[in-house]
């Protein structure tokens, strides 16, 4: 193409009054890419668009995530090189090296060539794109007549040998159509270059930067006048006039690159940061530098942070010698966490009741994965996805009758119910104690297969999307997340398909992450092949390492490593091919201490041995994958969790008529009186069946015993003892949740530093527990041995004595002492125990 050097007017900087023109305005904003993912974030990652348009590009193998202006900046330097071990059947992932195409000239996009820095295109159509590109050359992003303003902060590094690229934007085919628009870095650094292939020519734009310095840059068009206007630092540095601009045509392949040409060749030469399209003249005249336009940093900071106690039985309390400090908690006996001593006693799963169907028939689209909770004003809620993964929601009053309310904005195809208009199939809401009242409700999910994302709400009825997520990796499952009041963070735990089972198939892992800052993108580590192998060790993963190229350039990959797996089948306990498909893990709301898990486990037909195994899951069989139950574990901590596999706390088989194969707990759980309601999703047919039966898909609830998960259980035909660890507590009444039925019964007695009884308080001198009680005092005889010694071994002294036994419940006496328990059992369940004041 012929250079064009169009007519300009240099104005002088020194007559022109420096002031203020316009601030950030949103409804004019067409993209702005922040580039505030985290560090290091792995190619073919997702940049997020902060505009209400959502243009996503992705970063390639030709640019790095590095600390900017704001937060962190896009560098365009080629990542770390690894090595790729080609695989010709898996083109659509870029692991095949692929011919130039008849007719081309330019080598289709694989791994072995995607050297781009950041990309949207909609070409490459034989690669897997799920993000949701933009058809570039049909947005404002194509730059033409009509007002507009680019502007970026820039940090150039230096001279070199050849111009930088700022964008192009192309008809493509990529490398092929020389129809482009582009801006562009002198490589001496002292003009930008601006190429308008349409309008038919190209400008030089004098400039004024330093190396090593951050400069905010504004391009600003004005069509009316024809004039391209050009800021530094706020200050108008030169106005061309005399500029024609054209749109490009639209094209079936058409790409916009940032940080490199469309053939990845001419880098940037520095680091870029909150690169923004506008549609307007933001700028006029000379301007206050603006400060970052991402919501990111004009968020307050959180104030009131919901504080628990301590953790008592953490990894660092695990071996000391401290008596434990127990205080008035409430100690839920999921574990062995504060025993000493433990005689002929079983900790046992007790499987709640399998009440009414609360919602049957269920046609269409309807994920699996539900979620509930208690609202603010005594309502039962439970959400999930339906058509095209749109977030709905169904009330009860009483727990048992849903309805899908009428919503505002709830309309899309036959709902009325929807809460969230996009695709979010991969996750979960959860109230957020330290959010202000208009944010208090949010929902995690994979978004558009793009990145671990949180949306908002003030009261769970809709949903708005932040905009940056917090996460760079697209999820396969549900994710869970729950705050951690005792650790002060965010803990979640999202689905790794790094794994794989004995016989070579995926297998579903759980990661975790934790956040002190629930909004900013979390904190992540990248590693390199080496590190993965070497965290890998022990563990059958996935033969590509790697594991980000499993999607392609151009679609995100999944958790691998990077973050501690910690829900993940146990070949010394679960049988082979069977894995984690949710965890459903949370902390207990109503006990300190306490995390609560409801694995989904999921026993695998295909790929699977024996033979005798996986014939079972053959077409003729009618049955399909395999079944799921939802099993219970629990933990002190919510990284260490002790997982009790039977009796299966949900499992399949028939109720209320239907005979269900699959058994997916809904995560959450509702406290009404003594009672936890918890509700499941089941399924007449199996994981991936051959043949569906949708009109019995239901949803029941389940009714649990409060604090009822696990119970330390003593056999009928003797006694059983137990004995706790020496702790301190505070209170003066002993409070039990137990169960003796009509034969059984339980003593409990204190004993002193030296493991000896304390008078008016050992085990002899409690009187019986006998029935089954949530919150029982426990009471003593005080005067035992007096009434012994007036017996004389009477077998009446309960008739002949009873108006002078003396008995009590004040404990007071011991508060603050080192002191154990001691419980004598028989035919009982013992659930849970705590000090109170009464």
Request: aromatic share 12%; hydrophobic share 35%.
């Amino acid at each position: 193409m012929k250079k064009v050097f169009y007519n300009t007017l240099m104005l002088t900087i020194a007559t022109i009054n420096f002031a203020q023109t316009t601030g950030t305005d949103y409804n004019k904003t067409i993209a702005l890419w922040a580039f505030d993912e985290q560090e290091g974030i792995y190619p073919s990652s997702v940049l997020s668009d902060l505009s209400d348009n959502d243009y996503p590009l992705v970063i390639g193998p030709g640019a790095m995530i590095v600390p900017g202006k704001f937060g962190n900046a896009l560098k365009p330097v080629k990542q770390p090189k690894v090595e790729i071990k080609e695989d010709k059947k898996e083109a659509r992932f870029g692991l095949a090296k692929l011919p130039v195409r008849e007719g081309r000239s330019v080598e289709p996009m694989t791994w072995f060539n995607s050297n781009f820095a950041a990309l949207m295109t909609s070409g490459e159509t034989h690669l897997r794109k799920q993000v949701g590109f933009a058809q570039v050359t049909q947005t404002k992003l194509n730059l033409g007549d009509f007002d507009w303003t680019v502007e970026f902060w820039l940090m150039p590094s230096g001279v070199r040998n050849e111009d930088g690229t700022i964008f192009e934007i192309g008809t493509g085919p990529r490398g092929e159509n020389k129809i482009y628009t582009s801006l562009k870095l002198n490589k001496d650094l002292s003009h930008f270059v601006f190429h308008n292939q349409p309008g038919g020519g190209i400008v030089e734009i004098p400039t004024s930067i330093s190396v090593d310095e951050w400069h905010h840059l504004a391009f600003v068009y004005e069509s009316a006048s024809n004039q391209l206007k050009h800021f530094v630092d706020g200050r108008l540095i030169n106005a061309l006039i005399n500029i024609e601009l054209r749109a490009l045509p639209s094209g079936e392949e058409d790409y916009m690159s940032v940080g490199r040409n469309g053939l990845w060749n001419e880098p940037l030469q520095g680091i870029i940061d909150e690169l923004r399209f506008s549609e307007g003249a933001v700028y006029t005249t000379n301007f206050n530098v603006p400060g970052s336009h991402s919501y990111l940093y004009k968020l307050q900071p959180q104030t009131g942070i919901k504080a628990g106690p301590k953790l008592l039985f953490d990894n660092s309390s695990a071996d000391s010698d401290e008596p434990v400090k127990l205080g008035d908690r409430k100690h839920l006996f999921i574990d062995d966490a504060l025993l000493e001593k433990i005689g002929a006693v079983e900790f046992v799963v007790n499987p709640p009741k399998l009440d009414k169907l609360v919602l049957t028939g269920i046609k269409g689209a309807f994920r699996k994965h539900l979620n509930v909770l208690d609202d603010d004003d005594g309502n039962v809620r439970i959400y999930t996805t339906v058509d095209d993964d749109y977030l709905a929601v169904w009330v009860s009053d009483d727990g048992i009758n849903f309805s899908a309310p009428d919503l505002p904005n709830g309309k899309y195809k036959k709902h009325n119910n929807i809460v969230l208009h996009s695709s979010v199939g991969m996750g979960m809401v959860f109230k957020d104690p330290n959010a202000p009242k208009e944010q208090r409700w949010k929902y995690i999910s994979d978004y558009h297969r793009r990145a671990v994302t949180l949306f908002y709400s003030e009261d769970g009825y809709e949903f708005k999307r932040y905009k940056q997520p917090v996460l760079p990796f697209r999820s396969g499952s549900q994710c869970n997340i729950y705050y951690d009041d005792q650790k002060q963070n965010y803990t979640a735990f999202h689905r790794s398909d790094f794994g794989r089972t004995r016989a070579g198939d995926t297998q579903r892992d759980f990661v975790m992450t934790e956040t002190k800052n629930l909004l900013k993108p979390w904190p992540f580590v990248p590693l390199t092949p080496e590190e993965t192998r070497e965290r890998a060790k022990n563990k059958r993963v996935a033969d590509l390492i790697p594991w980000y190229l499993d999607n392609g350039p151009l679609t995100p990959g999944g958790f691998a490593m990077e973050y501690p797996w910690i829900f993940s089948p146990n070949d010394s306990l679960d049988p082979r091919e069977t894995d984690i498909y949710v965890p459903k893990a949370m902390k207990y709301p109503w006990a300190p201490d306490t995390y609560v898990s409801f694995p989904v486990i999921y026993f695998h037909y295909e790929n699977s041995l024996p033979l005798t195994r996986l014939i079972v899951g053959e077409e003729e069989r009618q049955k399909g994958s395999g079944p799921l139950e939802s099993q219970f574990a629990g933990s002190r901590n919510g990284i260490d969790w002790l997982r009790y596999p039977r009796p299966t706390y949900v499992g399949i088989g028939e109720h209320s008529g239907i005979d269900f194969k699959t058994s997916y707990i809904a995560h959450g759980m509702v406290k009404r009186g003594n009672q936890i309601w918890q509700y499941c999703f089941s399924e007449p047919h199996y994981h991936s069946p051959w043949e569906k039966i949708p009109e019995q898909r239901s949803v029941y609830r389940l009714i649990q015993r409060l604090d009822g998960f696990v119970s330390i259980d003593s056999p009928y035909d003797k006694e059983a003892y137990v004995v706790t660890k020496p702790f301190t507590f505070a209170g003066n009444r002993l409070l039990l949740n137990i169960d003796t039925d009509a034969a059984g019964y339980a003593q409990v007695g204190f004993l002193d530093e030296n493991g000896k009884d304390i008078e008016g308080f050992s085990i002899d001198d409690c009187i019986y527990i006998n029935g089954d009680f949530i919150e029982t005092e426990v009471e003593w005889m005080k005067n035992r041995h007096e009434i012994n010694k007036i017996s004389s071994e009477d077998e009446e002294i309960g008739e002949t004595f009873s108006d002078k036994v003396i008995t009590g419940k004040d404990v007071s006496e011991l508060e603050g002492k080192t002191v154990q328990l001691i419980f004598r059992m028989r035919g009982s369940k013992l659930y849970a125990m705590q000090f109170d004041d009464r």
